[in-house]
């Protein structure tokens, strides 16, 4: 085994699973890829990962396996531990750094996973790419400066700070920004990101954007769906409309993706559900009164977002089909809707009304 | 001659009537057509029966009318508060022979019925001559008055009448009251006293008026709360005594017999200071001033002298002889329940090993408290568990003795807690050999046995998600550089086929 992933597991995949240091060495290729596999049993580091990917795993599933070491889990080891690697060259579309960066997408590119144990695993490695931190070094002095990415300077170029007149600057860098910023290395990340999609759901940003159409068959897992309802209403109802609502309508005008667009929009509609649960009930003026407190500054984008729930709820997909058995919560429920259709406008509604229709197909009842 | 009102009408030919909140037609007034006396008597029976007369004697007029044809009949006038209320006595005028009418002055029309639900409006108004017209439907009556029957004369002037049967289902045991000729008062009253009836008698005086020298005898009046069945029926059949029964707050009428118009419901008419009562032998109804009742047992005891006794004898105070004795222990078979321990230090050992079998209960609820002699343990739920060392029992609140001795003299516990006291705060202990001095313990400074009973450990403070297994938080991930290697792009293979 080459000497540069001898300490593949305890250098890379470990600190991803439990946060630390993270040490990066020369770029892995296929051929370190393959005899990482062959080899993956004799690795050191095995155990403590693997219960460090359980703890997280559990999270979500109280009764979770320690996961094994797969070659999916290797995969994407290396693609990180290149995307690090990529990070402190300069250039990235030439030569063989663009060859390490396609490689590096395309390593990380893998088939979805089969379960939910599967799912939770590859997360808890591909969420430690969000928090990736670099300490760079820059230092100045007398006779010139030099900069050290991830890197400590030498003692020499500290000494006699006063006399060669040192100056040193200490910036921290958050990596995840810095690689969405570069077009060849944002390849990785979007690779990672599908690769895990469990990862992207919980925590949906602008950039890049929520892919529905691979993760919204997770959020029909009670388990899963459970976790990420929590996360999201944990950042609040109208922060999430402001990441959600696009790649929701994006989804119901990709074809053949009908499925995943109801249960997406189910699950946006449960959301709405606790939100309006967590509250006394109220009549109509007194939600409307507080959707607007909600949208107040907010973008147009968080507006519709109500207007989805009150689309959803005309198309048979707002509620559950047992909340009529108690009518005092079916009459808050109702007046909810109502708020909702009103702080968008009817129109509006109508227009979301036919989006809905559009993406959900034979799911959609119109009463 | 008649047209049904139909619904939101809203002009009618007869005066003084509107539509009401239901579209039921109604005037000021409620009249009701009966041909004969007794529909006229059976009908406040039936009134009275369902619901209070209250609620339409204030401008209840009675009057006996008389048509064109000559007969006599009687026209009952009330203020129509309400359609409920119309409907009610109409549909018992109705089952009575009669028929409601409603309206205002001297026009009155029929009143609704289930032909027409809203009532009905006059086609035309008449103009035959009368003190009333009554619109039906096939006619119109015109009456005029010849007089007007007070109710309350109606009330007094009609006879109780006897009731079917020995029995009286609705007797009220508790609200009986004996009404006895002057002459046989004090044997009543002397009767009712000996058999421990308790009752309250006063005499009543007849109200004045009439001539002078009429006789008014004057009777007495015994309240009984409970009458027994044998004192009952000797009441019922003796001369001279008639039992009643009170009914409503001013009215009397005699066991056996009841008044035509149910008196409970028309309270209204009867004066607050009097009392009315109806008697069914004598066939009378009297009406008395509200007699003052006083206790029977004021009247009956009598036979009192001044010197019956000598007069008392003072006695003066001596002076108390101090008999006090010391407190002693003596050997006796008493003390079954052990209260507390005492523990010599050399056992303490023991005790120590004990505590490791000693119950969850034991170990709460004993405390423990180091003496000179030894480590007292008490437990006011026994002791039983513990078989080393002396044990005391508790003979008073706060006092412990040891097992087989008790204090003499044998005072009661609260006079010997209180000689030593001992409370629930100080314990007072009595040590072995007999005639020692006792010993008083701060009970407030015990500790309980369980406190003591662990030795002291460190216990590892852990989270709490490390204990169910999560990941308590996400931990940044710090990436450093390595040394690179000699070449590291040498024969790099980007392709797994190459």
């Known amino acids: 085994m080459a000497a540069h992933t001898e300490g593949f597991v305890a250098d890379v995949l470990v600190p991803l699973a439990t946060g630390g240091t993270l040490t990066v060495h020369d770029p892995i290729d296929a051929d370190d890829v393959d005899e990482l596999i062959e080899h993956r049993a004799a690795l050191a580091g095995i155990a403590e990962l693997a219960e460090a990917r359980r703890r997280i795993a559990a999270r979500f599933l109280y009764t979770a396996e320690t996961p094994a070491l797969d070659a999916d889990s290797i995969r994407i080891g290396v693609a990180i531990h290149n995307l690090c690697w990529l990070l402190v060259q300069k250039k990235h579309d030439i030569g063989v750094v663009a060859r390490i960066a396609a490689y590096s997408a395309r390593v990380a590119t893998l088939e979805p996973p089969v379960d939910e144990e599967a799912l939770c695993a590859r997360h808890a490695l591909v969420d430690g790419m969000r928090t990736l931190t670099r300490h760079d070094v820059h230092v100045r002095f007398w006779a010139g400066e030099q900069t050290f990415l991830g890197e400590q300077p030498p003692h020499r170029l500290l000494r006699w700070q006063t006399v060669r007149r040192v100056h040193e600057d200490r910036t921290e860098t958050k990596l995840f920004d810095e690689a969405l910023g570069v077009p060849a290395l944002r390849a990785i990340v979007a690779s990672l990101l599908a690769a895990s999609p469990l990862t992207g759901l919980l925590f949906p940003r602008p950039e890049p954007p929520l892919e529905l159409q691979r993760s919204a068959r997770w959020l029909a897992t009670p388990a899963i769906a459970r976790v990420v309802a929590d996360t999201w209403l944990a950042r609040g109802l109208p922060a999430i409309e402001a990441d959600v609502v696009e790649p929701l309508i994006a989804l119901y005008n990709v074809e053949r993706a009908k499925d995943e667009a109801a249960i997406a929009t189910s699950f946006h509609s449960h959301l709405h559900l606790l939100d309006v649960l967590a509250r006394p009930p109220r009549d109509v003026e007194g939600h409307l009164q507080i959707l607007r407190g909600y949208t107040k500054g907010m973008t147009r984008t968080v507006t519709d977002g109500f207007g989805l729930y009150a689309a959803a709820d005309r198309v048979g997909l707002g509620r559950p089909a047992d909340l009529g058995l108690d009518a005092a919560l079916e009459r808050n429920v109702s007046a909810y809707a109502d708020a909702c259709a009103e702080l968008v406008g009817n129109r509006r509604v109508l227009e979301l009304v036919g989006l809905v229709s559009r993406g959900a197909g034979e799911h959609v009842r119109v009463a | ?498």
């Open chain 2, 1 to 498: 001659m008649l047209d049904p009102v139909a619904l939101h009408q809203t002009r009618f030919n007869v005066p003084g009537v509107l539509p009401d909140g239901r579209g039921v037609l109604l005037g000021k007034q409620g009249a009701l057509l009966f041909p004969s006396v007794d529909a006229l008597v059976g009908f406040f029976r039936i009134f009275g029966e369902e619901a209070s007369l209250d609620e339409i004697l204030p401008k209840l007029r009675i009057e006996e009318v008389r048509g064109q044809a000559g007969a006599r009949q009687f026209l009952v006038l009330f203020h129509a508060a309400s359609s409920y209320l119309t409907d009610r006595a109409s549909r018992i005028a109705v089952l009575l022979g009669g028929l409601g009418y409603t309206g205002s002055g001297k026009h009155f029309v029929r009143y609704r019925d289930a032909r027409s639900p809203l009532g009905y409006d006059a086609r035309a108004l008449s103009s035959d001559l009368g003190d009333f017209l009554l619109y039906d439907e096939r006619f119109t009556l015109a009456l005029s008055r010849v007089r007007e029957v007070p109710f309350a004369q109606l009330v007094l002037r009609l006879s109780p009448r006897a009731l079917p049967g020995h029995r009286d289902p609705e007797l009220d045991r508790g609200r009986l009251w004996l009404l006895a000729r002057e002459g046989l008062a004090r044997p009543l009253l002397s009767y009712l006293w000996r058999n421990h009836v308790a009752a309250f008698a006063g005499t009543l005086e007849p109200t004045a008026g009439g001539a002078a020298f009429v006789g008014r005898p004057r009777w007495l009046l015994v309240r009984v709360d409970s009458l027994p069945d044998r004192i009952l029926q000797l009441a019922t059949d003796l001369p001279g005594v008639e039992v009643y029964q009170q009914v409503g707050e001013r009215a009397l009428v005699q066991v056996g017999w009841r008044h035509p118009i149910r008196l409970e419901a028309c309270a209204s008419i009867f004066e607050a200071d009097r009392l009315y009562v109806f008697s069914g032998t004598r066939d009378a109804a009297e009406v008395f001033d509200q007699p003052a009742l006083v206790p029977v047992q004021g009247l009956v005891e009598r036979g009192f002298q001044l010197d019956e006794r000598a007069p008392p004898v003072a006695q003066s105070r001596a002076a108390l002889e101090q008999i006090s004795v010391p407190l002693r222990l003596s050997p006796s078979e008493v003390g079954a329940k052990v209260t507390a321990v005492l523990v010599p230090w050399a056992r303490v050992a023991w005790l120590r090993k004990l505590v490791y079998a000693a119950p969850q209960r034991l170990l709460s609820s004993a405390k423990v408290m180091a003496l000179t002699e030894g480590l007292l343990v008490v437990a006011e739920d026994g002791l039983a568990a513990v078989p080393i060392g002396q044990p005391f029992w508790r003979a008073a609140p706060g006092v412990l003795l040891p097992v087989g001795h008790r204090i003499e003299p044998a005072v009661s516990e609260a006079v010997l807690s209180e000689h030593l006291g001992a409370s629930a705060s100080r314990l007072v202990l009595f040590p072995l050999p007999v005639g020692r001095a006792p010993v008083g313990i701060d009970a407030t400074s015990m500790v309980p046995l369980g406190r003591t009973a662990l030795e002291a450990i460190e216990v590892p403070t852990e989270s709490a998600s490390r204990l169910l297994g999560v990941a308590d938080r996400v931990e940044p991930v710090l990436v450093q550089h390595g040394k690179p290697g000699l070449f590291p792009l040498w024969g790099f293979r980007s392709d797994e086929g190459e």
